[in-house]
């Protein structure tokens, strides 16, 4: 399997500077900064890209296990709410918030909330970040 890369470059202090993230790919060519990141000023910000990340990935593996078990999705909403916290003199990312909504035919909603934590607990990134707390709220519709 490929190892995927991403470059940051950071200038200045932490209030005032202002980043850079670039991939190969050319999929993310943007800036981030300390703003972004600590209220809702716009741009983008760390916990922004793994939120997107998590969404993603847990899209992903909902669908592989759904289609593993008989159950091919026509479609799956994930948002990924990821918090941002001071702890004592620094700062964590201290929770993240799964939200799905997925077309499935022919599925009970107890399999489908069985499939759904699987993909929560199963994910590659969930697994990543399995020291931060992750919920998940899943509706199939």
């Known amino acids: ?29 943007v800036d981030y900064g300390w703003k972004a990141r600590s ?17 993603g ?9 759904l289609g593993g078990a008989g159950h091919t999705p026509t479609e ?7 918090q941002f916290s001071q702890q004592g003199e620094g700062f964590a ?10 077309k499935v035919p022919g599925i009970s909603e107890a399999d489908f909330k069985k499939h759904a934590d699987a993909a929560k607990s199963g994910c590659p990134v969930s697994k990543a970040l ?5 919920t998940l709220d899943a509706k199939l519709v």
């Not at 990312?93 to 997925?102: D, H, P, V």
Request: net charge negative; charged share 15%.
């Open 1 to 29: 399997m490929p190892t995927k890369t991403a470059d940051a470059v950071w200038k200045g202090s932490l209030p005032e500077g202002t980043g850079h993230l670039k991939t190969p790919s050319g999929a993310l060519d």
């Open 39 to 55: 209220s809702d000023a716009p741009g983008t910000s760390p916990e922004e890209l793994i939120a997107a990340a998590h969404a």
């Open 57 to 65: 990935c847990f899209s992903m593996a909902l669908s592989h296990i």
């Open 76 to 82: 799956i909403k994930t948002h990924a709410a990821v």
């Open 93 to 102: 990312i201290t929770g993240i918030k799964l939200t799905t909504e997925a």
């Open 130 to 134: 399995a020291s931060v707390p992750i």
